[in-house]
């Protein structure tokens, strides 16, 4: 059974900094790339920054030189480390794993992010 687990959300004031955790089970986790999406209610779930297995990682704009991703296999755990943190931030972040159409794409339950003084 395939497990992602994340941690770290909760409450903090702009300019803050927070880290989020996934870690995962039941996959070969070095095989898949890794994403961290968010999603305000009522709107589409957003891509927030990705990294594939060999490292390479891209960022929303709105995130850049704010918020970095990183991934460390030997702990099938996948960070975002959020730095500057504004209100519109706000939100709940979803750990994504795409091991593409053999492997499977798999979501974790999900965390909530809020920023706000």
């Known amino acids: 059974q395939v497990q992602l687990v994340e941690s770290g959300g909760g409450q903090v004031q702009p300019g803050g900094s927070l880290r989020l955790s996934c870690t995962a089970s039941?996959?070969?986790?070095?095989?898949?790339?890794m994403a961290w999406y968010r999603q305000i209610l009522g709107k589409q779930r957003e891509l927030v920054a990705a990294?594939?297995?060999?490292?390479?990682?891209n960022y929303a704009d709105s995130v850049k030189g704010r918020f970095t991703i990183s991934r460390d296999n030997a702990k099938k755990t996948v960070y975002l480390q959020m730095n500057s943190l504004k209100p519109d931030d706000t939100a709940v972040y979803y750990c994504?794993?795409?091991?593409?159409?053999?492997?499977?794409?798999?979501w974790g339950q999900g965390t909530q992010v809020t920023v706000s003084s």
């Open positions: 990294i594939t297995t060999d490292g390479s990682t």
């Open positions: 994504n794993a795409n091991g593409g159409r053999w492997r499977g794409n798999y």
């Open positions: 039941g996959i070969i986790f070095s095989f898949y790339d």
